[in-house]
């Protein structure tokens, strides 16, 4: 059992910051990789931002290098740190996880087998 409780969203003008948080709980160990995903209305979910938990590295989509940073803490609790926001960031944002091993990036999102509810955020001029 792996539960993903995102919280966070919400809405800011362009140029502003959110961060956005993802608990997890599970009975099954230490998820190898955790990430966030987003999905804008009539688009295809998206990788944004990714870690591997055992040793922090961490992988970026290229529209929010240099704006995000994905951060985790010992509890794992995952963070996404939303800098310089623009419009073309409103999106339900999604947390996601697995324990397959070593590989860890922002696509294919098949790689994730766990996924919170996910939250929103707006962004706007």
């Known amino acids: 059992q792996v539960q993903l409780v995102e919280s966070g969203g919400g809405s800011v003008q362009a140029g502003g910051s959110l961060r956005l948080s993802c608990a997890e709980s599970?009975?099954?160990?230490?998820?190898?990789?955790m990430g966030w995903f987003r999905q804008a209305p009539g688009t295809e979910r998206e990788g944004v931002a990714v870690?591997?938990?055992?040793?922090?590295?961490t992988s970026y989509a290229n529209s929010v290098k240099g704006r995000f940073t994905i951060s985790q803490d010992p509890k794992n609790t995952v963070y996404l740190e939303m800098n310089s926001l623009k419009l073309e960031d409103t999106a339900i944002y999604f947390c996601?996880?697995?324990?397959?091993?070593?590989?860890?990036?922002?696509?294919?999102?098949?790689?994730?087998?766990?996924w919170g509810q996910g939250t929103q955020v707006t962004v706007s001029s």
């Open positions: 870690i591997y938990t055992k040793t922090g590295t």
């Open positions: 599970t009975y099954i160990g230490v998820p190898a990789c």
């Open positions: 996601a996880a697995h324990f397959r091993g070593s590989v860890c990036r922002t696509s294919p999102r098949t790689d994730y087998d766990y």
